[in-house]
């Protein structure tokens, strides 16, 4: 089974939001700890950043035929990714959105979030916890489609 993770804008700065507390966090760490989760669950994974919703509707149009399920964070984008949805929607690739508590106005993120309505499933945790949470998510759904 092979995951497309795909991290939103502003994700590589992780590291300068949670710089102040005991449990700093980067993208690197992230992107470690979901490479050796998907490796304990036997999943081929493909991590992508973009700042631009373009970008990622390009992306997942062109793996659309090779990947079993999406796992995105798209941060600031989540209230206005029209475009993000529109694909989803036409692709019916399962798809779990992860948002992140340690990035400001989050919570309004998920409380609005335009993919609300056309992703398998939605994640509100911090850091690493909130994209293995929604890697093993995405994970169950692809094993109970089969």
């Known amino acids: 089974m092979k995951i497309l993770v795909i991290h939103g804008p502003n994700t590589p700065l992780i590291g300068k939001i949670t710089a102040g507390t005991d449990k700093r966090l980067t993208l690197d760490k992230i992107?470690?700890?979901l490479r050796s989760r998907?490796?304990?669950l036997e999943l081929e994974i493909k991590i992508l950043q973009y700042y631009n919703e373009s970008k990622i509707v390009k992306i997942i149009s062109q793996n659309r035929?090779?990947?079993n399920g999406i796992l995105i964070n798209p941060?600031?984008?989540s209230l206005t990714c029209y475009s993000i949805r529109e694909i989803i929607s036409i692709t019916k690739i399962p798809t779990v959105e992860v948002i992140l508590k340690e990035f400001p106005f989050s919570n309004e993120y998920?409380?609005?979030?335009v993919l609300k309505e056309v992703v398998s499933d939605r994640i509100y945790d911090s850091g690493i916890y909130a994209y293995i949470k929604g890697l093993n998510s995405i994970y169950k759904i692809i094993?109970?489609?089969k």
């Open 110 to 113: 998920y409380k609005k979030s």
């Open 75 to 77: 941060t600031s984008l």
């Open 38 to 40: 998907s490796k304990e």
């Open 65 to 67: 035929n090779s990947v």
């Open 31 to 33: 992107d470690k700890s």
């Open 143 to 145: 094993i109970s489609k």
